[in-house]
């Protein structure tokens, strides 16, 4: 679940093992790219942070982020 923290979303995701994680960033990379708008993230293992904030609007959320995130949540879903 996306959490809107300091003008910017958040959320972890949890996997089966560290393949899992780097298919999903692999996946969410593309869709990022797609839309020339490219997450903050992390990965620890079977752990993916991200953030989304947007450079362009003084570090804050506009709709590119929450485009972004719900695309994001549809690949975590498949």
Same mark, same amino acid.
């Given at each position: 679940?996306?959490? *809107? /923290?300091?003008?910017?979303?958040?959320? @972890?995701?949890? +996997?089966? %093992?560290?393949? /899992?994680?780097?298919? +999903?960033?692999?996946?969410?990379?593309?869709?990022? /790219? =797609?839309?020339?708008?490219?997450?903050?993230? @992390?990965?620890? &293992?079977?752990?993916? *942070?991200?953030?989304? +904030?947007?450079? %362009?609007?003084?570090?804050?959320?506009? *709709?590119? %982020?929450? =485009?972004?995130?719900? *695309?994001? %949540?549809?690949? &975590?879903?498949?």
């Amino acid at each position: 679940m996306w959490k *809107e /923290e300091n003008n910017q979303l958040k959320c @972890s995701f949890e +996997f089966k %093992d560290f393949i /899992e994680a780097f298919a +999903f960033m692999t996946q969410v990379a593309f869709a990022a /790219e =797609k839309m020339n708008h490219h997450p903050n993230w @992390s990965n620890v &293992y079977n752990k993916v *942070e991200i953030t989304l +904030f947007t450079h %362009d609007a003084k570090d804050s959320i506009t *709709e590119k %982020d929450r =485009k972004l995130s719900k *695309e994001i %949540d549809r690949i &975590y879903k498949s």
